[in-house]
């Protein structure tokens, strides 16, 4: 396991960070703790490490946002965002840049590099706030395919899939198979008139079968049973019966319908009626055949295809309109002729119908077989000559009218053709029901035929049965195998799964006890449950078992297990890396948790490198408290548009940075910096010896100044008599130095005029003089090394003391 | 405890698994090779799976 720590991180020009903040973690401070008010530019160091880790930022993948918007605003186009890493192993060292182009690239191009980062993309590194409970809200589905993506299982998902549908598949391929099988089996049961189906009840009905055919065998296997079916078959003569009576049903069946539903001779005699009355009357055809040629006309006009005003029967000119209402004029003159003519159109149509009714039935006489030229040649001839008179009829239902014309049905003699052919039908049905008679099977032969048609039809279904039983064997065996295959693999899953969940839940379960202690919960447990194949949460509270969480849990009790669910999953799955970055964890935290939050952190991980940004002072100073060794403290001062982020140092590195411009000589480079520390070491002792301030509101407290922290730190000494003991000459060599005292506010640079580099470093020495009063010479312990209930303290030997 | 799954990862756990499938006790041999194979040349999907044990018992 690989253990990669941050050797140092640079960020310059990236989000709201301006100009170049450096965090080093190569001295004694491991971890850093961030303080910095909102809209400070504290998240902007959360994104430098997804940013620098995925290759992008998540919440500035949405839409309306690019590249552009990781680079700071005033960037000029000839400079690079970047961001650097070094690494406790050198050889990772890495800068990621992005150019005015949108060009991103990582500087360091070596194998090992791009495998590191790769396996980094799959640990968790960042928790945000507004990501602490993406995991806890998660349906069971969705926590499961993150743990097991985090594990490194997302193979075996598809695997069960795929195994699970094969499953299926040949259990619905068996299923299909067993039930024709079955199906089968049941027909055989009931050829054999057994309860049951068995195979020696099989055997048994066909020895009775073959014993009635004259074959004494004994049968106790489907070859047996196909050699005695073959000599069954054998033992029969072939003959003709079978056929000639298959042959007479068929034609008995022909004419018994024939007779149930004869034809009638009704609609063509009406119609020949209403045909000869029109065509007697020449008013009425020369009527018809009028209305028939304006109908013409008026669809030539109105298709708009014809000569403009131009009639298109004469060719003479009129207007189009005028030529339409003529039109329309003398169609609707004689209305009753029309309606006359209409009905007997309807007439002519059923005539049609009726006389192609008759030819299709009469017609059916023609599939009989005949096989002695006698037997229906009567009732033939006469179909023959029913259908010429039917044809000769359908030609004059279509005739059109014509004066005087007329149509006589009675030369067809259609009407009682059809009562010969009626008569034709009866005798032929009586010679049927004869044949049939004489074709009859003995009683002895019947016995026979049924006994061979039962053997017969046995063999067939045992021959199929077997075949059946054949392909069902295999078909088992495989999904019993895959069965067996799916089962293990669902098992093996479960205890992986649960090996993890429960190596998490031990984490969780202390972490959020350490969080919530006292307060009656007993375990946390995350369960993998194998029938909703998810996995939940399971709050163990006074003995009482709550899932899920949000059921039971507040939003600040949510949170809490969000941030714990989050550092064992570190603990379990981070392999390369030894870090991790809380980005302002503590919203939403109550007040009485964020002790224990900060306490845990520090006791659980104190193996881990931790950079935690907060925007809460409060917290921050609990914290620092707790958080001392290999902990660096750091506070966004301020934060403008066009600088970005202003982080204070730790008091080392202000020490280190005093030290460094004193070298210098330089007053105006100096001064700045040595009264900023000089105020920050006062502010120190200040909270450490206890002294009373006036009460200010939030930030202002902090901006308290050297001239205000020296006198009132000698207000405190005085009240409590301290001066008795020491001297106080120190404060005034201090009060002395103006250029401490005497300037307006933070961010102004101290008045140097007349100041020589002499004067601040006269000042320098007298805050490292000041906090030795403090110390005891006897003991060397400082005032506050016994502290009594934070009010008296004193030295290790008691000899310095206070109040 | 860096490791959850102590000494194997998941992946070991899955080749182990299929390494071993001809052992797992009232396994058909022809099909535990099938999926064996299918799993190491990365087509172990439900469409080769099922054509693959057609294929064996249309050869039985």
């Not at chain 1, 039109?327 to 003159?333: D, G």
Request: a neutral charge; aromatic letters at 8%; proline letters at 2%.
């Amino acid at each position: 396991m690989s253990n990669k720590k941050i050797s140092s991180l640079t960020i310059n020009g990236f989000r709201g960070i301006r100009r170049s903040i450096s965090f080093d973690f190569t001295k004694k401070y491991a971890s850093a703790l961030v303080y910095g008010a909102n809209a400070k530019g504290k998240s902007s160091i959360g994104d430098a490490f997804e940013w620098f880790f995925t290759g992008s930022i998540s919440e500035l993948t949405k839409e309306g946002c690019t590249r552009d918007d990781y680079r700071h605003r005033l960037l000029g186009s000839d400079e690079e965002t970047r961001v650097s890493f070094d690494f406790s192993d050198p050889s990772l060292n890495c800068n990621l840049s992005l150019n005015s182009s949108r060009k991103q690239q990582y500087s360091n191009n070596d194998l090992a590099f791009g495998q590191y980062l790769d396996k980094s993309k799959g640990e968790l590194i960042l928790l945000r706030h507004k990501d602490l409970r993406v995991f806890v809200d998660e349906s069971k589905g969705v926590k499961r395919k993150k743990i097991s993506q985090l594990i490194g299982m997302e193979e075996w998902e598809d695997i069960r899939d795929q195994i699970g549908s094969v499953e299926n598949r040949l259990k619905k391929n068996l299923e299909d198979e067993k039930a024709k099988l079955e199906s089968r089996q049941e027909e055989v049961r009931k050829l054999i008139k057994s309860d049951v189906f068995t195979d020696s009840a099989c055997w048994e009905y066909a020895e009775a079968q073959s014993k009635k055919l004259g074959i004494s065998q004994n049968i106790n296997s489907l070859a047996e049973l196909e050699a005695v079916d073959q000599k069954a078959k054998e033992s029969i003569k072939p003959d003709d019966r079978a056929t000639r009576l298959a042959r007479l049903k068929s034609a008995e069946t022909i004419l018994e319908e024939l007779l149930k539903n004869y034809p009638q001779l009704k609609h063509f005699l009406q119609f020949s009626k209403s045909y000869n009355e029109i065509c007697s009357q020449p008013v009425k055809v020369l009527s018809v055949q009028l209305h028939e040629l304006l109908g013409q006309g008026k669809i030539i006009l109105e298709s708009g295809q014809w000569n403009k005003n131009v009639c298109p029967l004469c060719e003479s000119r009129f207007e189009d309109n005028q030529l339409l209402a003529h039109i329309f004029e003398h169609q609707n003159k004689d209305q009753s002729i029309q309606k006359e003519i209409g009905l007997f159109e309807i007439g002519r149509s059923n005539a049609k119908k009726e006389l192609q009714n008759i030819n299709s039935k009469v017609s059916t006489v023609s599939q009989l077989f005949i096989s002695s030229k006698k037997d229906f040649s009567s009732l033939k001839v006469l179909a023959t000559e029913i259908i010429t008179a039917l044809s000769i009829a359908k030609s004059w239902s279509d005739e059109k009218f014509q004066t005087n014309k007329t149509i006589n049905p009675a030369q067809l003699d259609l009407e009682n053709k059809l009562i010969e052919f009626g008569k034709q039908i009866k005798v032929s049905l009586e010679k049927i029901h004869t044949a049939q008679e004489n074709l009859k099977p003995t009683k002895d032969e019947k016995a026979k035929i049924e006994a061979f048609q039962n053997l017969k039809t046995l063999a067939s279904h045992m021959h199929i049965l077997a075949g059946m039983d054949a392909n069902l064997v295999p078909l088992e065996t495989q999904f019993s195998s895959i069965e067996i295959i799916s089962r293990r693999f669902q098992d093996l899953r479960r205890q992986t799964l649960g090996k993890v969940l429960d190596a998490i839940s031990d984490n969780v379960s202390k972490y959020f006890l350490k969080i919530h202690h006292g307060e009656g919960f007993d375990k946390i447990h995350l369960k993998f449950l194998p029938d909703e194949d998810g996995v939940e949460f399971h709050i163990y509270y006074k003995g009482e078992e709550i899932t899920p969480p949000r059921k039971f849990l507040s939003e600040s009790y949510l949170n809490g297990l969000g941030v714990c669910l989050f550092l064992a999953t570190v603990r379990a799955f981070n392999v390369e890396n030894r870090f991790i970055v809380l980005d302002d964890i503590i919203n939403s935290f109550d007040a009485e948790h964020r002790m224990d939050l900060a306490k845990l952190l520090v006791d659980e991980f104190s193996d881990y490198q931790l950079l935690v940004l907060t925007h809460d002072n409060i917290w921050f100073d609990q914290f620092r408290r707790l958080a001392k060794k290999g902990w660096q403290h750091k506070r966004i001062k301020n934060w403008s548009y066009e600088d970005g982020v202003n982080i204070e140092n730790t008091p080392g590195e202000q020490l280190e940075d005093c030290q460094e411009a004193l070298k210098t000589g330089q007053v105006e480079f100096a001064a700045p910096i040595i009264r900023t520390y000089i105020e920050n070491r006062l502010k120190a002792l200040s909270e450490k010896l206890g002294v009373r301030f006036r009460f200010r509101q939030g930030a202002q407290n902090e901006e308290r100044m050297c001239g205000e922290l020296l006198s009132e730190l000698r207000r405190e000494l005085n009240d409590c008599k301290f001066f008795s003991v020491v001297d106080d000459k120190i404060f005034n060599e201090l009060e002395a130095s103006t250029f401490i005292v005497n300037y307006g506010s933070h961010d102004r640079t101290p008045d140097v005029a007349g100041l020589v580099i002499g004067d601040v470093k006269f000042a320098f020495e007298r805050i490292e003089i000041l906090e030795n009063t403090f110390k005891c010479p006897d003991c060397a312990k400082f005032v506050w090394n016994i502290v009594d209930r934070g009010y008296r303290m004193q030295c290790k030997c008691g000899k310095l003391s206070l109040r | 405890m860096p490791n959850p799954l102590e000494e194997k990862s998941a992946n070991e756990i899955l080749r182990e698994f299929f390494e071993n499938l001809e052992k797992l006790p009232n396994i058909d041999s022809s099909v535990a090779t099938t999926i064996k194979k299918l799993w190491n040349e990365g087509n172990l999907n439900r469409d080769e799976v099922l054509t693959a044990l057609e294929l064996i018992r249309s050869n039985q």
